[in-house]
């Protein structure tokens, strides 16, 4: 009878063990915190302000997981902080980018009117 229980005990608790990640996501918290980083850098709260709130919003809650030793969901939030980080971070770059446009469009429209503003003889009177 001791080896019944004995052995229902230790299926217990394989099966208890084999519920949970054998070790903690360390690594995805640490990209995940990587990747918030370079989407501030890149300007994301300000050119892509919902995705970079969603990313830090991910960030902490894989924090809070960790921390009550729940490594699934822990896993779940770092990559979904990640992925709205790198979201975020091409956002960002692309309005950069578009701005960067818009400023030399504005520049060539200035340099034209310059140019045809002297190219033209002034009529004085």
């Not at 019944?4 to 990640?21: D, E, Y």
Request: aromatic residues 4%; charged residues 30%.
């Amino acid at each position: 009878m001791r080896k019944i229980h004995a052995s229902a005990l230790v299926l217990a608790v394989l099966a208890v063990q084999g519920c949970s990640p054998t070790k903690p996501p360390v690594d995805l918290l640490d990209a995940a915190s990587r990747s918030l980083g370079s989407a501030r850098n890149a300007g994301a709260p300000e050119y892509a302000a919902s995705e970079y709130r969603s990313a830090g919003r991910r960030y902490d809650q894989a924090q809070s997981a960790m921390a009550r030793e729940e490594y699934d969901d822990a896993t779940q939030f770092a990559r979904e902080s990640a992925a709205d980080s790198e979201l975020a971070t091409a956002k960002a770059r692309l309005a950069k980018a578009r701005a960067e446009v818009d400023r030399l469009k504005q520049e060539n429209a200035n340099l034209d009117r310059d140019l045809t503003d002297h190219a033209s003889p002034e009529v004085q009177q």
